[in-house]
Nanobody, 113 residues
Framework: QVQLVESGGGLVQAGGSLRLSCAASGMIFRINSMDWYRQTPGKQRELVAS???????NYADSVKGRFTISRDNAKNTVYLQMNSLKPEDTAVYYCSVPSRGSWGQGTQVTVSS
C-alpha cells in the first residue's frame, strides 16, 4: 500500500521561501513519476509541478521560475522548493503518484501579504 507523507508547510511572508517534502513508501519510488498539486477552498486541485522517473520536470505557468521540483531516490522523497512566494500561492499542497492514484494528506501553505 502506497503511503505519502508531506511536510514543510507553514506561514510565510510574501517573497519568502518554503521547501515541501513528500516521503513515499510501499512502492518502487525510483520508477514512478511524482506530482505536486495544490487546492484552495471551492476550487479544483491544480497541478503545480511534476517530475518523471528520469528527472524531467514540468510546471504550471503560474509557478515557473519560482518553484523547483526535485527528487532523491535514495530517500524515496520528492521536494518542492518554493521561492518568491505570493499570497495567491496559499493552498493545501498534496503530493501524488499518478500511476497509482495515490495522494498524501496535504500540507498547508499560507503566504501573508
Amino acid at each position: 500500500q502506497v503511503q505519502l507523507v508531506e511536510s514543510g508547510g507553514g506561514l510565510v511572508q510574501a517573497g519568502g521561501s518554503l521547501r515541501l517534502s513528500c516521503a513515499a513508501s510501499g512502492m518502487i519510488f525510483r520508477i514512478n513519476s511524482m506530482d505536486w498539486y495544490r487546492q484552495t477552498p471551492g476550487k479544483q486541485r491544480e497541478l503545480v509541478a511534476s517530475i518523471t522517473s528520469g528527472g524531467n520536470t514540468n510546471y504550471a505557468d503560474s509557478v515557473k521560475g519560482r518553484f523547483t521540483i526535485s527528487r532523491d531516490n535514495a530517500k524515496n522523497t520528492v521536494y518542492l522548493q518554493m521561492n518568491s512566494l505570493k499570497p495567491e500561492d496559499t493552498a493545501v499542497y498534496y503530493c501524488s503518484v499518478p500511476s497509482r492514484g495515490s495522494w498524501g494528506q496535504g500540507t498547508q501553505v499560507t503566504v501573508s501579504s
